[in-house]
């Protein structure tokens, strides 16, 4: 069965703060990829990162950096410095070789001024 | 250029209404999709077309019925729905199916009130 779990619902951190996005997936494919999109209140999908499952080296976008560790099965999301902008919720993905990608159920940020 | 383009952005419709929604890409992708997405809920996937054929039809009622006229438009008819049909509809496109490779690129969306 594939999975992805976002554990936490609705986060709220004042601005300048750091906030991480934990997202855990299950999936008995070796070949996968992993995603992070961002859905701002007016409701577009924004792709923010792509990584497959052969790649496990950090990455860093800006603010943005993502921890992918295959060993428990994570791929957390960082952003540094947090603004206003950054308030929206945030779903991680997974897709195999098929074209359904899993959500998570997604993470509600609130970026307080 | 990563756009895809959603027509009309807010829809009211009654029960008894036949309405359509659009979608548009150009950047030469030729899979294509429609998710519905209720509020506080993940999108979820409706249809999908690759190379302009219906390739999946996650089990949607026929009161939604999509239709692909070619390689950059996606258009999804909507005829008798219900109040619970109530969504976001999104679009999304990617460079192909049949590969974990491929990124899908979504549109903003159609917010869809049926009274």
């Known amino acids: 069965a594939q999975k992805v779990t976002q554990a936490q619902t609705e986060i709220s951190v004042v601005e300048k703060e750091d906030v991480t996005l934990d997202c855990v997936y299950e999936?008995?494919?070796?070949?996968?990829?992993l995603f992070w999109y961002k859905q701002p209140p007016s409701g577009e999908l924004v792709f923010l990162i792509r990584?497959?499952?052969?790649?496990?080296q950090n990455e860093i976008s800006g603010r943005y950096s993502w921890n992918f560790q295959k060993s428990t099965s994570s791929f957390n999301f960082t952003i540094t410095a947090s603004q206003v902008v950054d308030s929206a919720v945030y779903f991680c993905?997974?897709?195999?070789?098929?074209?359904?990608?899993?959500f998570g159920k997604g993470t509600r940020l609130h970026i307080l001024p | 250029d990563t756009e895809v383009t959603q027509t009309p952005k807010h829809l009211v419709m009654g029960m008894t209404n036949k309405k359509s929604l659009k979608c548009e890409q150009h950047?030469?992708?030729?899979?294509m999709y429609w998710y519905k997405q209720k509020a506080k809920k993940p999108p979820e996937l409706m249809f999908v077309?690759?190379?302009?054929?219906?390739?999946i039809n996650e089990s949607v009622p026929s009161r939604f019925s999509p239709e692909c006229p070619n390689s950059s438009l996606l258009n999804l008819h909507l005829h008798a729905l219900q109040p619970e049909d109530s969504a976001l509809y999104l679009c999304?496109?990617?460079?192909?199916?049949?590969?974990?490779?491929?990124?899908?690129?979504f549109g903003p969306g159609t917010r869809l009130t049926v009274l």
């Open positions: 990584r497959n499952s052969f790649d496990e």
């Open positions: 999936t008995r494919d070796t070949t996968y990829y």
């Open positions: 950047m030469g992708h030729r899979a």
């Open positions: 993905a997974l897709k195999n070789r098929d074209d359904k990608i899993i």
């Open positions: 077309y690759s190379y302009e054929k219906l390739s």
């Open positions: 999304a496109s990617s460079h192909r199916t049949g590969t974990s490779t491929d990124t899908q690129y």
